[in-house]
């Protein structure tokens, strides 16, 4: 049973950065795509940035490009989404979501589709206040 466990939410200060962690487990295949998605009050999913298990791949939303940067640890099958320069509009629950490799003929930006993914973490909040 595939199981996706986030941590390293909570509440900070506009310009602050936090780090999230998503702990993958139960994978039957070595290799996945990995992502990150928001949902803030009212609004609906977004996704966030997303990352290839195998050779690092990784895309970005606008919104986030040059402030989130994603990685992985293959060795502990964690992947961590570093946030800085945090904003009040980055407030929301985050949720890791695990999905089929990495499609290179697709566009990099139906990656961060939620339909795309199969696995889902329970999510974690996140809160910037201004």
């Known amino acids: 049973e595939v199981q996706l466990v986030e941590s390293g939410g909570g509440l900070v200060q506009a310009g602050g950065s936090l780090r999230l962690s998503c702990a993958a487990s139960g994978f039957t295949f070595d290799d996945y795509t990995i992502g990150w998605f928001r949902q803030a009050p009212g609004k609906e999913r977004e996704g966030v940035s997303c990352?290839?298990?195998?050779?690092?791949?990784?895309y970005y939303a606008e919104s986030v490009k040059d402030r989130f940067t994603i990685s992985s640890d293959n060795a502990k099958n964690t992947v961590y989404l570093q946030m800085n320069n945090l904003k009040s509009e980055d407030t929301a629950v985050y949720y890791c979501?695990?999905?089929?490799?990495?499609?290179?003929?697709?566009?990099?930006?139906?990656?961060?589709?939620?339909?795309?993914?199969?696995?889902w973490g329970q999510g974690i909040q996140v809160t910037v206040s201004s």
């Open positions: 979501a695990g999905g089929d490799p990495w499609d290179y003929y697709r566009d990099y930006e139906d990656h961060l589709r939620a339909h795309q993914y199969d696995y």
């Open positions: 990352i290839s298990k195998s050779d690092g791949t990784t």
